[in-house]
């Protein structure tokens, strides 16, 4: 209910911020098909025996051109390869519906909140699997390349995430800070 609370809180926010002017000089789409926007991200890293991968694609409604609302699939993979003490993988796999607002010039403010179901997989036998819900308030920069298509990067603070033991989160994710980089069209 807290984070149902805060969400509603940053949207009304978002709202009070639509009477002003657009410092963005881009025409408002008038057709409701150029008002969908696709896209997502892609994302891996590895090091040493540690691998991550995951893919978010996304779908999102511009209500009007500064304020978009949508929601992106999620699918997390993370694998730790040990000879000693056996391979560990684990699988994330939920949503997370969104809503930004461009504030100027392709800097815009942003907030979600996911929903991620986790399970891993240590020494071919599967553990019980687990919800987490996470919410994360931040900003971003979109660059546009073409009239409706952008590249853009995202800052979020994971405000689910807090100093208690690992056991304890209700959250999957190690550090407070979420750094996302996507593409949309």
């Known amino acids: 209910m807290k ?3 805060i969400l ?3 949207c009304l926010m978002l709202l009070g911020l639509s009477t002003q002017a657009n410092a963005q000089k881009r025409q408002d789409i008038p057709d409701l098909k150029g008002k969908f926007v696709y896209g997502g991200i892609f994302g891996g890293g590895m090091s040493g025996n540690y691998l ?3 893919v978010s694609p996304q779908v999102g409604y511009r209500i009007f051109n500064p304020w978009e609302v949508g929601i992106r699939g999620t699918y997390s993979l993370q694998c730790l390869f040990d000879r000693q003490y056996g391979n560990q993988s684990s699988h994330y796999i939920g949503f997370a519906p969104y809503t930004n607002y461009q504030i100027y010039k392709g800097l815009f403010v942003h907030v979600e909140d996911e929903v991620l179901y ?3 997989r240590w020494n071919h036998q599967n553990s019980d699997g687990i919800w987490f819900n996470t919410v994360f308030a931040g ?3 979109r660059q546009y390349t073409r009239s409706n298509s952008y590249v853009f990067i995202l800052v979020l603070y ?3 995430w ?3 033991p690992r056991e304890q989160w209700d959250t999957p994710y190690s550090f407070p800070i979420e750094l ?3 593409f949309c069209f």
């Open 158 to 160: 994971n405000l689910s």
């Open 3 to 5: 984070r149902f609370g």
């Open 180 to 182: 996302r980089v996507g």
């Open 8 to 10: 509603a809180t940053l």
């Open 118 to 120: 986790g399970f891993a």
């Open 52 to 54: 991550s991968l995951s």
């Open 162 to 164: 807090n100093t208690l």
């Open 139 to 141: 900003g971003g920069y």
